[in-house]
């Protein structure tokens, strides 16, 4: 049992988001929730990357835990590789939970894919909700955490075999850019561009989003942001704001 787990990666984390949120009220009682939610498939494909930089492989199958047409609960058995229950990908429910339990006017949700089509206008309903003045953000085009491309997945399947301990103490003497898949994204990548990698396959893709199709329909209704209108584009990132 670990109690103590509030915050961490979806497949590090214990599940018990009932307790985390009684937990957080009796804290915080006066806290704010902000959501920034994501298309389903495209959290997953994007939570996947993130296992193979942390230095882990696996499959869209065996980390969504989808079997013989259906998707199953986290394992938490044998198999100690990242992996979630895609039931629980169902952001109406977080956002619903903390309504009841913060209120009304304390949970804002927001798709990422708004942030990425509409900047400005994701951040002025942010400061809003905040009661925050606007400020000026400084204007860059660096992008972090750029998605490797097939040739960068590729090896990193390859040094992903090489045993954690090994990974994490080469990585502490060089840093993490030094990772071949990092220095080929600089190298290679940028003289010759390909296709960025995408995990999930468009069948598996569908699937997850037709888990949830009616959860994401009622989210949509209840704060007027429907994932599905952002077409291909669309992780939670729950952040609790306390006022003062």
């Keep these: 049992e670990r109690e103590d787990v509030h915050v961490g990666a979806p497949w590090e984390d214990d599940g018990k988001f009932g307790v985390i949120a009684s937990s957080l009220h009796v804290i915080f009682a006066a806290a704010k929730f902000f959501l920034v939610t994501r298309r389903q498939d495209k959290w997953a494909d994007s939570a996947i990357s993130q296992a193979f930089r942390s ?32 039931r629980d990908l169902n952001w109406e429910a977080f956002d619903r939970y903390y309504r009841r339990v913060f209120g009304e006017d304390a949970v804002l949700s927001l798709p990422f894919e708004r942030f990425v089509h509409d900047a400005p206008d994701f951040l002025a309903r942010w400061f809003e909700f905040f009661h925050i003045d606007p400020c000026e953000l400084p204007e860059t085009d660096e992008q972090i955490n750029q998605r490797w491309s097939r040739r960068g997945v590729t090896v990193a399947k390859l040094v992903n075999q090489v045993p954690m301990p090994i990974q994490r103490v080469v990585r502490d003497k060089l840093g993490k850019r030094w990772h071949p898949s990092e220095v080929m994204a600089r190298t290679v990548d940028r003289w010759f561009p390909s296709k960025k990698n995408t995990f999930l396959s468009s069948e598996l893709a569908a699937k997850v989003l037709a888990l949830h199709a ?23 990132v729950i952040v609790p704001f306390l006022p003062e």
């Design 55 to 86: 230095g882990l492989t696996t499959t869209p199958e065996r980390f969504l835990n989808y079997r013989d047409g259906e998707f199953g609960r986290c394992n938490i058995g044998l198999y100690h590789g990242p992996n979630v229950d895609a």
């Design 214 to 236: 009616e959860s994401n329909r009622v989210l949509a209704e209840r704060t007027g942001e429907d994932l599905a209108a952002f077409g291909d584009e669309v992780r939670t």
